[in-house]
Nanobody
Framework: QVQLVESGGGSVQSGGSLRLSCAASGYWRYYMGWFRQAPGKEREGVAV???????TYADSVKGRFTISQDNAKNTLYLQMNSLKPEDTAMYYC??????????????WGQGTQVTVSS
């Protein structure tokens, strides 16, 4: 069983930065990463990292977001810079899935809200 607990969300102005954290326990296969869901929209992949270290970003966040992990702390991070109002969403940490495909992920955190005002 894998447990995931996100933190670090909040409200910022456009152009600001936030760093999300996901504390993980347990063992997972394949990929782990960040997803988001805005009101009225489908959940979408943001950034994921595989067990082999391979990183994949959604086109919409390339160059602005950085995913990283601290294996010693079993924690996954998402550094978000140059935030835009369209980044406003509930952000979820997920584990044991394939790349940016939300439906493939088995374990999910409870989510943390990110709100970007213009």
């Amino acid at each position: 069983q894998v447990q995931l607990v996100e933190s670090g969300g909040g409200s910022v102005q456009s152009g600001g930065s936030l760093r999300l954290s996901c504390a993980a326990s347990g063992y997972w296969r394949y990929y782990m990463g960040w997803f988001r869901q805005a009101p009225g929209k489908e959940r979408e992949g943001v950034a994921v990292i595989g067990r082999d270290g391979k990183i994949t970003y959604a086109d919409s966040v390339k160059g602005r977001f950085t995913i990283s992990q601290d294996n010693a702390k079993n924690t996954l991070y998402l550094q978000m810079n140059s935030l835009k109002p369209e980044d406003t969403a509930m952000y979820y940490c997920a584990a044991e899935g394939y790349r940016l495909i939300p439906q493939s992920y088995k374990y999910w955190g409870q989510g943390t809200q990110v709100t970007v005002s213009s």
